[in-house]
């Protein structure tokens, strides 16, 4: 019998052989370029002083031929850089930290439910059941009005939780930042469901007296996303107004919109949503690119609202006693999934590396012509980002995507941390996460983050953002009391 021949499988480790494509693919341009340059070093080295000399001499220029192409190259450059978006900085963030009196501990949640619920069994036991499974610990918090039996979401209340979780977050930023109210140029608040008049906005502007031509804008009902779209809407602003600085605040105000009522589609955000903000400084400044944490890549944005599902999948409404309340739809998951193949889809040209963008290719043109039922090839996002900041939504969510992106438990600790400690904060929740990673130490200068988020409409954003510089670990902010403690453990069902 011939010899048979070697596995190569076993005999070859696969990971270096796509190590080694990979490191092909990408810098091919560099691999042709510098042999032919070398040539050409080479070539003109073996000419003798009197052959160059003869060469140049050879080439006949003129004053207006030389004053041409001056002028050429200088038009040129002119246009491009006039041309250029101007890079856009995050300076730095704060987030808001609740006090300690606004704790709900399981046990203190399932109480007040019972209380409040002691007419319906079954919508307790649904709480109940939820909240086993939600990921979430025991430190999360809800506003005070939300403690009272039965709670009491007056609008005095919800204006009292909302400068809170605002002034508090942006007295921390102007500490850390040194900004003074009066160099703010633009101020963006995002909150989804508490829209009062005057606007929160305004809130702001009256609290630390802002100058009156300050370009101002307050985002509502836009769902747990609308962190990222304030982002995308300053981004565009800075672009246009030149010297700026841009304030975004995102949060989301509990107090008017704990539901009270039976519907078990609506009693689920009862038992995800918590207390939370953030604000954050952006400028276009070029005096703040030494000090600045990050420099804004991409903003990707994806809506799937022309679909009647997906535009009804989370959905404000009454139920059938006329109390308010959020309808979260069974296709919550299927509809999120398809918003973030799209997302992803324009996502990625951006930012894989060529050699996962040919891999990709080639696999797509192998099932349109050979077999359709050829695998599809995922691409290794991991190639393109070092850290992942994923929506705290819920558990299922983070599961899904750690799952779809092929992400490793570390790529998805922070997300998962930060639900358990602080719970879903909505579209500040992506704050949180990034400040996880900061307080472990892990942010290094050059290191990518993408940021995705999903919300209302439906909608699906990511931002991504690349790190200005290794980032010392904070000594204050919403983990550094508790950092030393996780990672922990976070079991599948914890029995109540």
Not at 51 to 71: G, K, M, T
Not at 162 to 190: H, R
């Amino acid at each position: 019998m011939p010899p048979m021949l070697p596995d190569f499988s076993n005999s070859v480790k696969l990971k270096y052989v796509k190590l080694g494509y990979q490191y092909l693919v990408n810098h091919i341009i560099t691999l042709t370029l510098v042999p032919i340059m070398l040539g050409v070093s080479i070539e003109i080295l073996r000419l003798g002083p009197q052959e160059i000399l003869n060469l140049w001499n050879s080439l006949h220029f003129n004053l207006v031929q030389i004053l041409c192409s001056a002028f050429l190259i200088i038009f040129v450059a002119t246009v491009y850089f006039m041309s250029k978006p101007r890079t856009i900085y995050l300076v730095d963030y704060a987030c808001f930290k609740p006090p300690v009196t606004c704790r709900v501990p399981f046990a203190t949640f399932m109480e007040h439910s019972r209380l409040i619920l002691k007419n319906n069994p079954k919508s307790v036991e649904f709480q109940m059941r939820i909240l086993e499974r939600s990921g979430l610990g025991e430190e999360t918090c809800l506003p005070p009005a939300i403690h009272y039996i039965p709670p009491k979401p007056t609008m005095e209340a919800a204006r009292g939780e909302a400068e809170l979780v605002i002034f508090s977050a942006m007295d921390s930023l102007f500490k850390k930042t040194g900004l003074k109210p009066k160099d703010i140029d633009i101020l963006i608040v995002n909150c989804s469901l508490f829209s009062p008049t005057p606007s929160l906005s305004a809130m702001v502007i009256n609290k630390y007296k802002l100058r009156s031509n300050i370009k101002s804008f307050n985002l509502s009902g836009m769902g747990c996303s609308a962190g990222l779209i304030s982002i995308d809407l300053a981004r565009d602003l800075l672009q246009v107004h030149p010297n700026s600085n841009a304030v975004v605040v995102s949060t989301e105000i509990i107090t008017p919109n704990y539901y009270q009522g039976n519907e078990r589609a609506m009693l689920l955000p009862n038992c995800l949503f918590r207390m939370g903000g953030a604000a954050i400084l952006l400028s276009n400044r070029r005096s703040e690119r030494r000090r600045a944490k990050y420099r804004l890549v991409h903003v990707v944005r994806t809506h799937k609202g022309a679909d009647d599902k997906a535009y009804r999948c989370v959905f404000e409404e009454e139920d059938k006693e006329g109390k308010v309340g959020i309808s979260l739809s069974k296709d919550l998951m299927a509809i999120a999934g398809e918003a973030l193949k799209s997302n992803i889809t324009t996502m990625g040209p951006l930012v894989l590396p060529a050699s996962e963008q040919l891999l990709f290719l080639l696999t797509l043109i192998g099932r349109k012509i050979f077999n359709p039922k050829w695998k599809p090839y995922i691409p290794d996002f991991k190639q393109a980002f070092e850290h992942f900041c994923i929506h705290a939504g819920g558990r299922a969510v983070i599961d899904e995507l750690q799952k779809n992106l092929q992400l490793s438990t570390e790529h998805v600790e922070a997300s998962r941390m930060t639900l358990h400690r602080f719970g879903n904060t909505s579209s500040s929740s992506l704050w949180y996460e990034l400040n996880y990673i900061e307080s472990k130490g892990r942010m290094k200068k050059g290191d990518r983050v993408w940021q995705i988020a999903f919300g209302s409409g439906f909608k699906c954003n990511s931002a991504v953002w690349k790190c200005n510089k290794t980032i010392k670990t904070p000594i204050d902010g919403p983990w550094a009391d508790c950092i030393d403690r996780y990672p922990v453990h976070i079991p599948e069902i914890v029995k109540l």
